[in-house]
């Protein structure tokens, strides 16, 4: 009995000494919990352009801020110009644009799992299973499929120009062909096929696309600055936002937003899809049933991105940055009441939440 | 002159100690402000760029975006490189463009003395400097007899340099003698009268491969990698020209060279670079002089035509690039005038004008005209031991609606008997927004106020010897007041925009020491140099602050130092630079901030000299212990170099100095 008793001690010693992969390094900095950084809010950092500073914040759950995670884990600088971030399974996926690359980490860790290279990747999106698109380019543009279990790019589909945000609906993915406020179109991509099977041609820029609670597909073009040959500026398209048919991607509606100059870039919807954000000097709102589309003016701040919670409903919104020192994100009510600013890494321009 | 020697940073054995009539040549109002390189004799580093040479001197801080032929810049005393002056026969080449001058460019065979004015004369330097003025010069042509020297060199980054350079003189009349006494005692002599054409043309080419490979810190593997897009060429010739007769000169120069160069990339996955720079410039200046016993005067006029095309063109999916086309053209014109109107008083006057088309041609709203005025004057009393100075200089801008006033005065006192010179300086000085910073489509500020300056110095200057020791330290502190200092921040729509930040302030303290040893067979020379300095954003219009950050690139402490045995023909000698912690952001993360650095370097020379030929040889290493170093960050520097340097010189005439 004795010896059986020793056998198990020495066991659950040996056991308990055993290097799990999953391990979270001691300190893992801002770590709450052990799922380590799996869950929680990632604010991605641009960083200065050439300047290697790129970086993510992790925000817990008590929203607490901690800056640099991957560079303090990692004892490296992500890179050059974090230009978007994804969690897909345990894996985050950093795309820095600059670096062209992008970085796949541990999300229980934050370390570096392996990376892949991309020439000009923009964002990246899983579409289930093993596979990930990510667009690239900015001319006429490619979105590479991403085997996410290898880490591999499989192939590749021609796009529009300049492709940036993707959205998912029911099989297909919509891609912003945005090319600077260049492009006028959304490349449709089959999932099951990974091939183009349409092509809708809106205003100039589109930015980012967002699904209603009623199924409607909404989508932002931001116009662009129309200059002459000598850089003098000439004019301004208009900013629009369209309301698509959810299943054929048909036009229902469209309404111009602003006035001339105006370039809003960003869209968010309220986890009901009931709600539907812009950003346009400002953060506005309005019902997804509103056959306006004007909004009200929420919040008077002047912010450059926004993204909602899907736990909470609360809006988080990223501070105008100068690129050189840290920047900030807010945090908001679904209403628009602030309840805290947390200072982040350099050129904060996005909120990820897992 | 007094306080010549103290102030003169030599190059161990490779540079002969500047000599009263070396100084007077140089003809700088204020010698003891100033910091004379001369690189007339030295073998050891021709083949490099001023960038590479400055920054092992310890001199000022160099920011060098990679290998030798990648852009470099210089600042001192905490300033930005847009506030240093470099001056080319007393007329400023920084780009009209860009504001800053890229040292990178100018290989240190082009000239002979390197003139580091750090506390800038208001009458006698053009230019708008708010941290120094430099100026690089050639030795008086008339010292310089009928030679004909072949440079070259290799190095183990595959790159080579070859130069020739050759002095003639019709005919070869010894008139430099009757000039130096001019230029020292103000006396005309009649000896001075038989006609002399002097000339000096240096033609140099340079192969640049910067083959090498570093450590990519920016990479999770930290793998070694080859620096693959780093090549390119440049190629340039200076002719010098010049006719005496009489008390009177006229002189000519042309200054050519081209450059086109891969820049490499940042560090990390996109290591490789794609883009590339073409630079050209032609720059021409002719003169005339006149020395008479109390009054010296000076003309000169200027044309500069440069041109920079810088192209980041669209690979792969990227359509976006840049395609930058810079041009610029300048007609300058200068008239200095030195009176000594009674014993101990000088009274000198300069009146400058520039006259600049500037272009870029996709980035600005067509060609813009610029012009630039400058007049002041300057007053010099010496009284017994004390030396009172004031000077005072008015700019009119085209961008300005009333004139800027320069002022500064200095005082120092000469105790010649003890070898002890203290002196105090103080100084307002500002600079306007270069083309660039106010015209660039979209972004430029054209309601940028001026940056000013207000410069403060005290020196304590000590020399001594002792038979064939000779002792020399010089310390001085300094303390600089700037406001609306000039800054690029992204704007609305993530254009950038330059903007005034409100206050910096820089302080610090420079000591640099020299101890020499010398008898028939052996000379031993030790020297350094320590800079500390402290440099502060303390208010900045761009974020509500409440701390004052030390200023990007701008490290508190750099010691170099440099350790000489010379016997006979043979040399050796040993370098070494400290380069503190500098940071790179605004804020001073301390994770992105450059770690200090050592560098090492050892050279061994021989040195033949007979009465026709000579030959010198030289075997050097840089970087010994091939640290792994970044100047900008994110940019690689090369590891350890080797680099054997060749000289042949065939003499017609050996001027013997007095």
Not at chain 2, 319 to 343: C, E, F, H, P, Y
Request: proline residues 3%; negative net charge; aromatic residues 12%.
């Amino acid at each position: 009995m004795k010896k059986v008793f020793f056998a198990f001690v020495f066991s659950v010693v040996l056991f308990s000494c055993k290097k799990d992969e999953e391990e979270i390094p001691m300190p893992a900095p801002g770590v709450t919990d052990e799922t380590g950084y799996l869950h929680g809010k990632f604010v991605i950092n641009e960083g200065s352009f050439l300047s290697n500073n790129a970086s993510i914040s992790y925000i817990n759950a008590s929203n607490a801020v901690t800056n640099d995670v991957y560079l303090q884990v990692n004892a490296v600088e992500l890179g050059d110009v974090l230009q978007s971030f994804a969690v897909i399974g345990e894996r985050g996926y950093a795309v820095l644009n600059n670096s062209q690359r992008v970085e796949v980490v541990n999300m229980r860790t934050m370390q570096h799992v392996t990376d892949f290279t991309v020439d000009y990747p923009r964002h990246i999106l899983s579409i289930g299973g093993e596979k990930a698109y990510v667009t690239n380019g900015s001319g006429m543009g490619v979105v590479k499929v991403v085997n996410t279990t290898t880490n591999t790019i499989t192939s590749e589909i021609p796009v529009g120009l300049g492709p940036e945000r993707m959205l998912q609906v029911e099989g297909k993915v919509l891609v912003m062909n945005n090319g600077y406020g260049a492009g006028n179109s959304i490349s449709v991509i089959d999932i099951a096929t990974d091939a183009v099977v349409n092509t809708i041609t809106l205003s100039d820029g589109p930015a980012q696309a967002i699904r209603d609670a009623n199924g409607k597909v909404w989508v932002l073009c931001s116009g662009q600055v129309l200059y002459d040959d000598m850089w003098n500026v000439i004019g301004h398209s208009s900013a629009v936002l369209y309301k698509l048919d959810g299943t054929n991607f048909s036009q229902e509606a469209y309404f111009t937003i602003g006035s001339e100059g105006d370039h809003p870039g960003r869209l968010s919807v309220s986890p009901d899809g009931n709600t539907i954000y812009y950003l346009n000097n400002g953060l506005y709102a309005f019902s997804a049933s509103d056959d306006t589309a004007t909004g009200v003016l929420l919040i008077s701040d002047n912010c450059t991105s926004i993204d909602i919670d899907p736990a909470t409903g609360d809006i988080w919104s990223a501070g105008i940055s100068d690129f050189m020192n840290p920047s900030w994100v807010y945090h908001y009510t679904s209403t628009g009441s602030l309840i805290d600013s947390l200072e982040v890494g350099i050129g904060a321009s996005g909120v990820v939440f897992n | 002159m007094a306080q010549s020697e103290q102030d003169t940073i030599l190059l161990s054995h490779t540079a002969h100690e500047l000599t009263i009539f070396d100084q007077a040549l140089l003809a700088r109002p204020d010698e003891q402000r100033a910091i004379f390189l001369n690189l007339g004799d030295s073998k050891f580093f021709r083949s490099q760029d001023l960038a590479t040479f400055l920054d092992r001197k310890g001199l000022a801080q160099i920011s060098a975006y990679g290998a030798p032929g990648t852009s470099a810049s210089i600042r001192f005393r905490g300033t930005s490189s847009d506030q240093t002056a470099l001056l080319w026969q007393g007329l400023p080449v920084n780009s009209v463009s860009l504001g800053s001058a890229d040292i990178s460019l100018i290989p240190v065979f082009l000239f002979e003395q390197v003139a580091f004015n750090t506390d800038p004369d208001a009458t006698s330097l053009p230019g708008t400097s708010l941290g120094a003025a430099i100026e690089l010069s050639n030795n008086n042509l008339s010292r310089i007899g009928e030679s004909v020297k072949l440079f070259s060199s290799y190095n183990s980054l595959h790159n080579s340099f070859s130069g020739i350079d050759i002095a003639l003189q019709f005919p070869q009349a010894q008139t430099f003698d009757s000039l130096q006494e001019i230029m020292v005692t103000g006396k005309e002599k009649s000896a001075f009268v038989n006609g002399s054409l002097n000339s000096r043309t240096k033609v140099f080419y340079q192969d640049l491969r910067n083959d090498f490979s570093y450590t990519d810190k920016y990479d999770f593997d930290k793998p070694v990698v080859r620096q693959t897009h780093n090549n390119g060429m440049n190629y340039g010739a200076l002719q010098d020209l010049s006719w005496k007769w009489g008390i009177n000169e006229i002189s000519g120069h042309l200054w050519y060279q081209q450059r086109n160069v891969e820049l490499p990339g940042i560090m990390g996955k996109s290591a490789e670079g794609t883009s590339e720079q073409d630079d050209e410039f032609l720059r021409t200046a002719i003169s005339f002089s006149q020395w008479r016993k109390k009054l010296d005067w000076k003309l000169t006029a200027a044309w500069l035509d440069e041109s920079q095309y810088y192209r980041d063109l669209p690979h792969g999916n990227d359509s976006w690039g840049i395609d930058s086309r810079l041009s610029s053209k300048v007609l300058l014109n200068t008239l200095n005038i030195d009176s000594r109107i009674a014993q101990g008083l000088e009274i000198k006057v300069l009146a400058f004008s520039s006259y600049t088309r500037v272009n870029n041609v996709n980035y600005t709203g067509g060609e813009k005209l610029l012009w630039w005025g400058q007049a002041g004057g300057s007053l010099k009393y010496v009284l017994g031991k004390n030396t009172f100075k004031g000077d005072v200089r008015m700019d009119i801008r085209e961008v300005a609606t009333k004139p800027a006033w320069t002022l500064a005065y200095l005082y120092t006192l000469n105790i010649r008997s003890v070898s002890v010179v203290p002196e105090v300086q103080t100084g307002r000085r500002f600079r306007v927004g270069d083309f660039n910073e106010r015209f660039w489509v979209p972004g430029g500020n054209p309601d940028l106020l001026p940056e000013q300056g207000m410069n403060y110095k005290a020196s304590l200057a000590v020399f001594s010897s002792l038979h064939a020791l000779r002792f020399r330290i010089a310390p001085n502190i300094f303390y600089s007041d700037m406001t609306n200092l000039i800054q690029w921040v992204p704007g609305a729509g993530n254009i950038w925009s330059p903007v005034n930040l409100k206050h910096v302030r820089t302080r610090g303290l420079e000591l640099p020491a020299r101890i020499s040893l010398s008898n028939e067979y052996w000379n031993y020379a030790i020297e350094g140099r320590y800079s500390h300095t402290i440099g502060k954003a303390v208010n900045n219009n761009t974020w509500n602050d409440a701390h004052a950050f030390t200023m990007i690139y701008t490290p508190v402490d750099v010691v170099a130092s440099e350790a000489s045995i010379v016997y006979k023909h043979y040399s050796i000698s040993f370098s070494h630079k400290y380069t503190s912690l500098r940071y790179t952001d605004e804020q001073n993360a301390p994770y992105r901030a450059l770690q200090p650095y050592q560098l090492f370097g050892c050279q061994a020379g021989y040195r033949m000299e007979g009465k026709r030929i000579g030959l010198y040889a030289v075997f050097s290493i840089d970087n010994l212990t091939d640290e792994q170093y970044e100047s900008v960050r994110s940019y690689a520097m090369p590891g350890r170099v080797y680099q054997l340097n060749l000289q042949l010189e065939f003499k017609y005439i050996k001027q013997q100095l007095k």
